[in-house]
């Protein structure tokens, strides 16, 4: 018996159409609703107030003073972000509650690194008491208030949580916008809002995250191991973020050091943005599953859309980058080659990310001790070629650096695959 042959007309093809249309809008906003891209989004939305708050205080600031404000704001953001971080890593781990017993641990871990940072400015980089005093306070008050972020990613507030994270970006912002008026155009006037802001900000939070009743372990002496390896993991990493702007004072001048917060904040800021929305939402939402397959498959797609951004940004940064810095600083010549080793810099960061986030989520104290290790040797392998490179001048340095992003992103994904893969190998093939 013959088969019937069915025909579609042209009202069947357009439904046909129509539905399959519908259901790839449908997979690209199911893509598009992904916490890292909603992050992102909003860490572009601050970034955008971080970029325009440098390029003004580039413009109004001499390059000497600019320099220095630059550095300050260096030195508070390394204690700000690297202090409560092994706490913040604990309790994402262990599921602690928010307490007074973390908060007076994690305040002053916070106040030890501002005063050992305001030492360090004093000594090494020769600044003025009333500049390491402002550090001090920005690094102690930021600290204690960033300390309230990880409560909020446990509980998978993660709008919120990047919010407080770009607390310093709205402060930044502000200082500007004074600035523009008028007023506080000086080199400390930046930390100086960035220290009042913090402290303004830090008793509102932690009150009500106390009157909250929380669930949760509370934090005790077991604890403390883990703590330690976050904070050396992430103190690491906070130093690599900084390593340019703490090496080109020592290495050049401070009229470097401005040419590279240009460059910087037009070439670096959009990647870090990236780098910052994939860590802080990646390992919280990895860790709940349990498939090695299904790891697979989210790691793979967010590495796809972050790849894609990334290059998507990277052609109008290098296209306009040159024409952007030669308006706000005409006394200062950037060429097109330090924006594009920026671009390059900040993918390689925006990758590593991946992998770090991953290895964090699922790390055991062998493979924390391992990722600890690993990431002080590529600091220490970054600032060395940036050290030796610096005849090149700032580009230089710059590519210094990027070597040692490089080498950090290769010892991430290794560490990495074991928890994507079940039957990975081992990372020494002799054992």
């Excluded at 630059?70 to 309790?91: D, Y």
């Excluded at 040419?259 to 802080?280: D, K």
Aim: proline share 3%; aromatic share 8%; glycine share 8%.
């Amino acid at each position: 018996m013959p088969v019937p042959c069915i025909r579609l007309d042209d009202r069947d093809l357009a439904a046909r159409g129509s539905l399959l249309f519908v259901n790839r809008t449908k997979r690209l906003l199911g893509l598009l609703r992904s916490p890292s891209i909603a992050s992102a989004a909003l860490h572009a939305f601050t970034g955008i107030g971080f970029i325009g708050a440098t390029l003004v205080m580039a413009r109004l600031l001499s390059p000497e003073q600019f320099g220095i404000a630059t550095l300050l704001v260096a030195l508070a953001n390394l204690g700000t972000q690297a202090s409560p971080a092994g706490f913040n890593g604990a309790v994402i781990r262990h599921a602690l509650r928010a307490e007074t017993r973390l908060l007076f641990w994690g305040g002053l871990t916070a106040l030890v690194a501002g005063a050992i940072l305001a030492t360090i400015g004093w000594s090494v980089y020769k600044l003025d008491l009333l500049s390491c005093g402002l550090v001090l306070i920005a690094v102690a008050f930021g600290g204690a208030t960033l300390l309230a972020m990880s409560s909020l990613q446990r509980e998978h507030l993660f709008m919120r949580s990047v919010m407080l994270s770009q607390s310093g970006n709205f402060a930044l912002m502000l200082a500007a916008l004074v600035m523009l008026l008028g007023y506080g155009r000086n080199q400390w006037f930046a930390v100086a809002v960035t220290a009042c802001w913090f402290a303004a900000v830090v008793i509102p939070v932690w009150i009500r995250l106390l009157r909250r009743s929380q669930d949760g372990a509370r934090l005790s002496a077991v604890h403390a191991h883990d703590v330690a390896q976050f904070a050396g993991v992430a103190l690491g990493i906070q130093l690599m973020i900084q390593l340019e702007r703490l090496l080109i004072p020592v290495a050049l001048e401070l009229r470097d050091l401005a040419s590279f917060a240009i460059v910087a904040a037009i070439a670096l800021s959009p990647y870090r943005l990236l780098e910052m929305g994939t860590t802080q939402t990646l390992a919280a939402r990895v860790r709940t599953i349990e498939a090695f397959a299904a790891r697979r498959r989210l790691a793979k797609r967010e590495t796809l859309m972050m790849l894609g951004l990334c290059l998507i940004g990277a052609v109008p940064i290098v296209a306009m980058g040159p024409y952007v810095c030669a308006m706000v600083a005409p006394d200062t010549v950037v060429g097109r080659e330090l924006i594009a080793i920026g671009v390059f810099s900040g993918i390689i960061r925006v990758m590593g990310a991946q992998g770090r986030a991953i290895a964090s989520a699922f790390a055991d104290p062998a493979d924390l001790r391992l990722l600890n290790i690993t990431g002080w040797m590529t600091v220490a392998f970054g600032a060395l070629c940036g050290y030796a490179l610096s005849h090149f001048g700032v580009f230089g340095v710059m590519c210094g650096v990027s070597f040692g992003w490089m080498a950090r992103a290769i010892v991430s994904f290794l560490i990495a695959r074991k928890f994507l893969w079940e039957t990975a190998p081992p990372l020494d093939s002799n054992s």
